[in-house]
C-alpha cells in the first residue's frame, strides 16, 4: 500500500475509521446546512453590497433595503454557516483526538435541526422587519434562549467526549475546542442577559460590540486555530514545534479576550477606561497570536512547498496568514491617532468581514477538505475547482478589505473634518463601495464549485481513487513524479 | 472504554484510503518558549500600557474624554451656537476659557501672569504690542520673531527667539489672542480686545510670504495701530454685529 501511513497500525486505522463512522451522519448534516446558509449568506451579502453603492436600486420594496438585507446577511453569515460549519469541525476533531466515538448521533442531528429551525426564523424575523437591530444580535429576543439551550446541548457531548478522553497527553487542538465550546454561551448569554435588562440605550451599544468582538476572539479565533494546529501535523507529518508555547499562546488569548469591544468606541459617551482597558487588550492579546503564528511557521519550515498541493494545509494556512493581519490591523486600530480616522465607518466592516471569512471560513474550508472524504469515503471531484475555490475566496476577502480600508479611511477623514457635513463623509466612501460588491462577487463565485463538490460527495458521487485530490492534479490523471513522490512518502495528504 | 462502535469491526482492506494513508493524531513537541518571544510579549506589554495609560482619564468614572480626540479645535466652539450655551455663560467667557488653555503653550516664557522674565523674555503686561493694534500681535503670533527689541521700555536682545504658533488652527491663535489683550493689555476706551477666528485667518494669509522667524526690522514697518479686518462680535451670544470697529480704527484698516 503506496498510500499508507508508515507506522500507521491496522488497529489506528480501524479505530480512525470506526470514530468517523459513527460521527459521520451529524458531522454531515452541519456541513451541508452550514454550506446552504453560505449560499444564502453569499446572495444577501452581494444584494446588500450592491444596496450600499446604489440606494436608491429597488427602493419600491422594503424587503430588499439595507437595513433589512444587511443584518440578515450577517446572521446569515455567523450562525447560519460560521457556527454550524465551526461545530461539525467541533464534533469531527474532538472525536478523532479524544478516540471517543459518538454514541448517540441521532441525538445531534435532532439538536442541529432545532438550531437550523431557532436560525431560519431568526433570519427571517430579520428580513421581514422585525430583528431589533443590535449588530450580531439582531434576532428577536424570544428566539435566544432556544438556541443558547441548544448549542449548549450539542457541546455538552463535546465536553463529555474531552471528560472520557483516552489517556495520554492532552494536544492543544483540545484545548481550544473545549474552550469554544464553553467560551461562546458565555458571551451569548450574558451579552443578551445584560442588553435584556432595560438598562441604558448607551450601554447597549456598548454590550453589543462587546460581544461582537468575544465572539471573534472567544469563538472564531479559537476554532481556526485548533484546526490549524490539527491539520499542519496532520498533512505535514511533524509533531507541533513547541507545546509550552501553545499554553503561551493559549493563555494569552484566554485571559486578554474577554477586555475587549469598547475599543470601537474611542471618543464616545462613556468612561474613558473601558474603551483603553478594550484597547490595551487587543494588543496584549497580539502577543498570543504572533506566539501561534510562530509556532506554525517553526512547524511548517522546511515544509511549505507542500501547501502547494494539499487544500486543508493551504486554506488553514490562510486562515492563519489572515489571522496574524487581523490581530495586527485590530492592534494598530487601539491607537487613537489611527483608530479616529478608522472607527465608526466601513473599515470595521472589512475588519469583521476578514476574521469571519479570511480567517474562520477559510480555515474551516482547510477543515472541511480534509473530514469530508474520510466521512463519505470518497474523495473530492475535482482539485481545479478547490484551487477556483481558493484563490476566488482570497481575491473576495482581499478585494474587500482593501476597499473598505481605503472607504474607511476616507470616511474617517471627513467625519474627523467636524465642519465638513457628514453627507460627506457618505459621498467620499462611496465608490469604494464597489469593492464590497465585487469582493462578494468572487466569493460568491468562488463557494459555487464548493457547493457542488460537497453535494455531489454528500450523495456519494466522489471520486473512487486511492489518492487523494490535490490542487494541482487534475482528476484521473496520474500525479506528477514529485507528487507520486509525496504520495509515496506519505507527505502529501488532501 | 469499549463502545459500541469500535466493535463494528471493519476489515483494514475495506477502510477508505484517506483514513488509512494518514498520519497519526498529532502531538505536540517541547521546545521551551524562546527568550525573544518573551521579547516581543514585553514589547507589546509596553505598547499596550502606553494605550491604557494614556487614554484611561485615571480610571475616573466621569471622565470620558481623556485625550485629545479631535484634530482640529472642539466640535464647536462650547456655547457658540450650542444647544446648551445658555448653561455655560456668555460667549466671551467660554471664548476667554479655551484661549487660556491655549495660553498654557506660552506660560513657560512670558509667565502665567504675563510678567516675561527680565532681560530674557518680553512682558506681555504693559507691552505696545499687546495693548496697540491686533495686526502686529498676530504676525508675531503666525511668524515668531527674533532680533532686538524694546517692550515696555525695556530693551531685549536676547538670543531667545519666540517660535512660529502657525500650526495651531485660527481659532485657537484668535482665543490666544483675546485672552492676552482681554487679560493682560490695556485697551483704548469702548474696544472689547476680542480677535476672531475670521481675522486671524486673514491675517495668515496676509503674512504667509513674512520670512520667519520674523525679524524684528521687519516688524518694525507695521503699522502700529492697525487691526485685523473683520466684523466685531457680540460678547454674549459670539453672533457677528458687522464691521463696527472702536473709535478711530477705520482709517487705519486698508
Redesign the interface.
Known amino acids: 500500500?503506496s498510500?499508507?501511513?508508515p507506522?500507521?497500525s491496522?488497529q489506528?486505522?480501524?479505530?480512525?475509521?470506526?470514530?468517523?463512522?459513527?460521527v459521520r451522519f451529524p458531522v454531515m448534516f452541519f456541513f451541508t446546512s452550514a454550506a446552504a446558509w453560505l449560499f444564502a449568506a453569499t446572495i444577501l451579502g452581494m444584494v446588500a453590497a450592491l444596496k450600499l453603492r446604489v440606494p436608491t436600486l429597488w427602493d419600491a420594496c422594503p424587503w430588499l433595503s439595507f437595513g433589512r438585507i444587511f443584518p440578515a446577511h450577517m446572521d446569515a453569515l455567523i450562525y447560519g454557516w460560521a457556527m454550524q460549519a465551526g461545530l461539525g469541525i467541533m464534533i469531527w476533531m474532538m472525536a478523532?483526538?479524544t478516540?471517543?466515538?459518538l454514541?448517540n448521533a441521532t441525538y445531534i442531528i435532532v439538536l442541529g435541526h432545532i438550531w437550523n429551525f431557532g436560525v431560519a426564523l431568526g433570519v427571517l424575523a430579520v428580513w421581514s422587519g422585525f430583528g431589533n437591530s443590535r449588530t450580531w444580535l439582531d434576532f428577536p429576543s424570544m428566539l435566544w434562549p432556544m438556541l443558547a439551550a441548544t448549542y449548549v446541548l450539542i457541546v455538552v457531548t463535546i465536553l463529555v467526549m474531552f471528560r472520557?478522553r483516552r489517556d495520554g497527553?492532552v494536544?492543544?487542538?483540545e484545548e481550544y475546542l473545549v474552550a469554544a465550546a464553553v467560551w461562546f454561551p458565555w458571551v451569548y448569554i450574558t451579552a443578551n442577559l445584560v442588553l435584556g435588562a432595560k438598562g441604558s440605550a448607551v450601554m447597549s451599544a456598548g454590550v453589543t460590540v462587546w460581544y461582537m468582538q468575544n465572539l471573534l476572539y472567544f469563538w472564531f479565533i479559537p476554532i481556526a486555530v485548533a484546526i490549524a494546529?490539527?491539520i499542519?501535523?496532520?498533512?505535514v507529518?511533524r509533531?507541533?514545534?513547541?507545546?509550552?508555547?501553545?499554553k503561551?499562546g493559549f493563555w494569552?488569548l484566554a485571559i486578554c479576550a474577554g477586555w475587549m469591544g469598547f475599543q470601537r468606541f474611542?471618543?464616545g459617551?462613556?468612561?474613558?477606561?473601558m474603551?483603553?482597558?478594550g484597547?490595551?487588550?487587543?494588543?496584549?492579546a497580539?502577543?498570543g497570536i504572533?506566539?501561534i503564528a510562530?509556532n506554525l511557521f517553526?512547524t511548517m519550515q522546511g515544509k511549505f512547498s507542500l501547501m502547494q498541493f494539499s487544500p486543508s494545509l493551504r486554506f488553514s494556512l490562510f486562515g492563519m496568514a489572515m489571522l496574524l493581519l487581523f490581530a495586527v490591523l485590530s492592534?494598530l486600530k487601539?491607537?487613537?491617532g489611527i483608530s479616529?480616522y478608522l472607527q465608526f465607518n466601513l473599515f470595521e466592516l472589512g475588519l469583521d468581514t476578514l476574521a469571519i471569512y479570511g480567517v474562520f471560513s477559510m480555515a474551516a474550508f482547510g477543515a472541511i477538505y480534509f473530514i469530508v472524504?474520510?466521512i463519505t469515503?470518497?474523495?473530492w471531484p475535482h482539485g481545479g475547482w478547490i484551487r477556483r475555490h481558493f484563490w476566488f475566496s482570497t481575491y473576495g476577502i482581499l478585494t474587500v478589505l482593501v476597499g473598505m480600508f481605503a472607504a474607511g479611511l476616507s470616511q474617517g477623514a471627513s467625519l474627523?473634518?467636524?465642519?465638513t457635513p457628514f453627507e460627506v463623509s457618505v459621498k467620499v466612501a462611496k465608490p469604494w463601495i464597489v469593492a464590497l460588491v465585487l469582493g462578494w462577487i468572487f466569493i460568491a463565485y468562488s463557494n459555487l464549485g464548493f457547493f457542488w463538490q460537497l453535494a455531489l460527495m454528500f450523495v456519494g458521487k466522489g471520486r473512487r481513487?486511492?489518492?487523494?485530490t490535490l490542487m494541482h492534479v487534475a482528476p484521473g490523471e496520474a500525479a506528477s513524479a514529485e507528487q507520486a513522490a509525496n504520495?509515496a512518502k506519505?507527505t502529501a495528504?488532501? | 472504554?469499549n463502545?459500541?462502535?469500535?466493535t463494528?469491526?471493519?476489515r483494514?482492506s475495506t477502510?477508505?484510503?484517506?483514513?488509512?494513508?494518514?498520519?497519526?493524531?498529532?502531538?505536540?513537541?517541547?521546545?521551551?518558549?524562546?527568550f525573544v518571544?518573551l521579547l516581543?510579549?514585553a514589547a507589546?506589554?509596553i505598547?499596550?500600557?502606553g494605550?491604557?495609560g494614556?487614554?484611561?482619564?485615571?480610571?475616573?468614572?466621569?471622565?470620558?474624554?481623556?485625550?485629545a480626540?479631535?484634530?482640529?479645535a472642539g466640535?464647536?466652539p462650547p456655547g457658540a451656537n450650542g444647544d446648551d450655551g445658555s448653561a455655560k455663560g456668555p460667549w466671551i467667557d467660554v471664548w476667554m476659557a479655551e484661549g487660556k488653555k491655549v495660553y498654557g503653550n506660552c506660560v513657560a516664557c512670558h509667565q502665567a501672569g504675563g510678567s516675561g522674565m527680565a532681560g530674557q523674555f518680553p512682558p506681555l503686561v504693559g507691552s505696545e504690542y499687546v495693548d496697540g493694534g491686533t495686526k502686529r500681535l498676530a504676525a508675531i503670533l503666525h511668524k515668531g520673531l527674533m532680533g532686538p527689541i524694546t517692550v515696555g521700555g525695556q530693551s531685549f536682545n536676547t538670543p531667545n527667539l519666540m517660535p512660529a504658533w502657525n500650526t495651531l488652527s485660527d481659532e485657537k491663535l484668535a482665543q490666544v489672542a483675546t485672552y492676552i489683550r482681554r487679560s493682560f493689555g490695556k485697551l483704548p476706551e469702548g474696544e472689547s480686545g476680542v480677535v476672531t477666528t475670521e481675522m486671524m485667518k486673514s491675517a495668515r494669509e496676509e503674512f504667509s510670504g513674512l520670512p520667519s522667524p520674523l525679524p524684528t526690522s521687519e516688524l518694525a514697518k507695521l503699522d502700529p495701530a492697525a487691526h485685523l479686518p473683520g466684523d466685531q462680535v457680540d460678547l454674549e451670544t459670539g453672533d457677528s454685529i458687522g464691521a463696527v470697529p472702536a473709535d478711530g480704527e477705520e482709517k487705519k484698516v486698508p
Request: proline share 9%; hydrophobic share 40%.
Open positions: 500500500m498510500s499508507t501511513s507506522g500507521a491496522p489506528d486505522m480501524q479505530e480512525r475509521a470506526a470514530i468517523d463512522r459513527s478523532r483526538l478516540r471517543v466515538g454514541r472520557v497527553p494536544f492543544i487542538s494546529y490539527y499542519v501535523p496532520k498533512v507529518g509533531p507541533i514545534y513547541s507545546y509550552p508555547l501553545a503561551f494569552t474611542y471618543g459617551p462613556f468612561p474613558a477606561w474603551p483603553a482597558v484597547g490595551a487588550s487587543t494588543i496584549f497580539l502577543i504572533t506566539a510562530a517553526y492592534a487601539s491607537f487613537i479616529k472524504p474520510r469515503g470518497c474523495e474627523d473634518a467636524w465642519d481513487s486511492e489518492g487523494p504520495v506519505g495528504h488532501a | 472504554m463502545l459500541d462502535y469500535q463494528e469491526g471493519a483494514v477502510i477508505h484510503h484517506a483514513v488509512r494513508r494518514e498520519h497519526a493524531e498529532p502531538e505536540a513537541g517541547d521546545e521551551p518558549v524562546r518571544w516581543i510579549g507589546l506589554l505598547a499596550g500600557g494605550v491604557l494614556t487614554y484611561s482619564g485615571g480610571f475616573s468614572q466621569d471622565q470620558t474624554y481623556a485625550f480626540y479631535y484634530s482640529g466640535p464647536r
